[in-house]
């Protein structure tokens, strides 16, 4: 998941656009257990 915060969104406007890269595996525990990889349903 690649998410992009426009100036002043979540940083001062100096630091200019930010953005953040999420990988499945980090998000894994958030899902529900028969969404996750490897839940064969």
């Known amino acids: 998941m690649f998410?992009?915060?426009d100036v002043y969104?979540?940083?001062p406007?100096?630091?200019g656009e930010q953005d953040l890269?999420?990988?499945f595996g980090?998000?894994?525990e958030l899902f529900k257990a028969e969404f996750?990889?490897?839940n064969d349903i």
Request: charged share 15%; aromatic share 12%; net charge negative.
């Open 3 to 5: 998410l992009i915060y």
């Open 9 to 11: 969104e979540i940083a």
């Open 13 to 15: 406007y100096a630091a």
């Open 21 to 23: 890269m999420l990988h």
């Open 26 to 28: 980090q998000l894994e």
């Open 36 to 38: 996750r990889q490897g």
